[in-house]
């Protein structure tokens, strides 16, 4: 069965700083990845995914995402965080087979922005 | 223009009531959703439903029922409610493999 790890419960970083969250999943075939975003009290909102190709994607709010197959990593990165930023991230992982199936998440990342 | 709605944002309801959760998309899917995420922010799929038929049906409580009037709207009604049903319901649509949320119901049984 597939499973996905996010290893850091909580990041804190200081405005302005760099970001990496980051992911593992297990999966037996090709896997289709996912970042979402929830901030508080909110629904979530897909940030970048990756199904092939290029194995660096691009996504919205300037966040961008390596596939790595090798260390079945799928870590999402920012160069320079916004306060704004704060909240919590998920990535996910589905099945190459279509979307009938659900999506696998990970527990989550609570990104803290310090001023 | 909402993509994904749902009805109501919040519910508040006592234990042993009976209670509907309904969802809304206009982008034109094929596939809807519905998860779970707990206190712990921990998001697990329970539903999902493609072309008016179930396909998932995860180890829920059959307490718990989706209904699906037509392609756009996929409700979900829960029958006895118990405080362990406390969560926030996300419903979800999706073309192929990319899925679009909804703003989330949270529920709060008493």
């Known amino acids: 069965a597939q499973s996905v790890t996010q290893p850091d419960i909580h990041i804190t970083v200081s405005e302005g700083a760099s970001l990496e969250l980051r992911c593992n999943y297990s999966y037996g075939a090709t896997p289709y990845l996912f970042w979402y975003v929830q901030s508080p009290g909110q629904g979530l909102q897909l940030l970048l995914k990756?199904?092939?190709?290029?194995?660096l994607v691009q996504g919205i709010k300037g966040f961008e995402a390596e596939f790595k197959r090798s260390q079945s990593s799928f870590n999402l990165r920012k160069p320079s965080v916004h306060w704004s930023d704060a909240a919590e991230y998920f990535c996910a992982v589905g099945h190459s087979g279509g979307g009938a199936d659900g999506l696998t998440f990970g527990k989550g990342t609570h990104l803290i922005i310090q001023p | 223009d909402t993509a994904v709605s749902q009805t109501p944002k919040y519910l508040v309801t006592q234990m042993g009531n009976d209670k509907s959760i309904k969802c809304e998309q206009n982008l034109g899917h094929d596939t809807m959703y519905w998860y779970k995420q707990d206190s712990k922010k921990f998001l697990k799929i329970m539903f999902s439903y493609n072309n008016k038929e179930l396909i998932i049906n995860e180890t829920v409580p059959n307490r718990f029922s989706p209904k699906s009037p037509d392609k756009a709207h996929l409700n979900l009604h829960i029958n006895s409610l118990e405080l362990g049903d406390s969560a926030v319901y996300f419903c979800?649509?999706?073309?192929?493999?990319?899925?679009?949320f909804g703003p989330g119901t949270r529920l709060l049984v008493l």
């Open positions: 990756y199904f092939s190709g290029d194995t």
């Open positions: 979800a649509s999706s073309h192929r493999e990319t899925q679009y």
